[in-house]
């Protein structure tokens, strides 16, 4: 094997793990493939001779190179018009079966917490919690000492448990079941169906960035959200209406194409019988790569 090929095999088998890194601590996965392909330039000019352990430099190098892009794109992200979402991925049918609880932290609800973490706190939470990295390890990754980032990682844990929804996870199929029945309702105008499936305080996000038609803020209430969809529907007939059932991001999802012309993914977070939440990507910026599957690790 020749030192090109030793490179190539040790990046390969890391790269779910690099990818779930990036991605989780950037929420897009076209800028984790970005992060990934530079991080791989540098690792191909490495001397593997002096590598220890590849997992941990790897890890190291990608981590910093997505803090770096996450600070880049501070700035971007003030400019941005209306809610920001992560950008939906399609994972690899295997993923979620095999580590529901890695799934879950690619979730959208969990994103969108990450994203109320400074970029220290972020990746010292996912290198932590979702990768069991210890302290010392983590502290070499982000150029802190071992002690600041024990304060960090319980400062981030807190924030975050602070902030997620608890509840039993629900079967997937069980969710995309509800989640098309709710969509059945919408296209039929049954509002009344359509409050039975909505959780009371349930809020319904949307990501356009002005790129399309899409609420400019959140909308609470079963009633707000379960009027929305009825005048959506209305608004959206005078096209052929398609919607493909899917999961993204761990989560049941569905893509609605007008025309044949894929319009949006829709994503739902399922609390028992009915929906608490309901993410909808518009801006045709993050659909590019609905239809590429993901594969994550840990």
């Keep these: 094997m020749t030192v090109g090929e030793a490179h190539a095999r040790q990046f390969t088998e890391l790269r779910p793990l690099l990818f779930t890194v990036a991605y989780e601590i950037l ?37 910093r190179q997505s803090l770096n892009t996450l600070r880049a794109a501070a700035r ?31 979730s959208t609800a969990l994103l ?7 970029p220290d706190e972020r990746a010292v939470f996912v290198l932590r919690e979702v990768f069991g990295f210890e302290h010392s390890e983590i502290a070499t990754i982000v150029g802190k000492s071992s002690a600041a980032v024990r304060q960090i990682a319980h400062r981030a844990r807190e924030h975050v448990h602070a902030r997620r929804r608890r509840f039993d996870p629900v079967d997937a199929d069980r969710a995309a079941t509800i989640t098309t029945e709710f969509l059945t309702a919408a296209a039929t105008g049954d509002l009344e169906g359509l409050m039975t499936m909505l959780a009371p ?13 899409a609420a400019r803020r959140p909308v609470r209430g079963a009633q707000n959200v379960g009027k929305l969809f009825v005048g959506m529907v209305r608004l959206m007939t005078q096209g052929e209406i398609r919607l493909e059932p899917r999961m993204f991001n761990g989560s049941a999802g569905v893509v609605l194409y007008l025309d044949d012309r ?16 309901i993410y909808v990507m518009r801006n045709p910026d993050k659909l590019a790569g609905i239809d590429t599957p993901r594969r994550i690790g840990r």
Aim: aromatic content about 6%; proline content about 6%; charged content about 25%.
């Design 27 to 63: 929420g897009s996965a076209s800028e984790a493939e970005d992060v990934l392909q530079e991080s791989y330039l540098r690792w191909a000019g490495v001397d593997l001779a002096g590598v220890d352990d590849p997992r941990a430099y790897l890890a190291t190098v990608v981590t």
């Design 76 to 106: 971007r992200r003030e400019q941005y018009v209306g809610p920001w979402l992560p950008e939906p991925i399609l994972l690899a049918p295997d993923d979620p079966a095999r580590d529901a609880e890695l799934a879950e932290s690619v």
């Design 112 to 118: 969108l917490v990450l994203e109320t973490l400074g």
């Design 201 to 213: 305080d349930v809020v319904y996000t949307a990501d356009s960035d002005g790129k399309a038609s």
């Design 262 to 277: 894929v319009e949006g993914v829709l994503i739902t977070d399922v609390v028992g019988d009915r929906i608490a939440a």
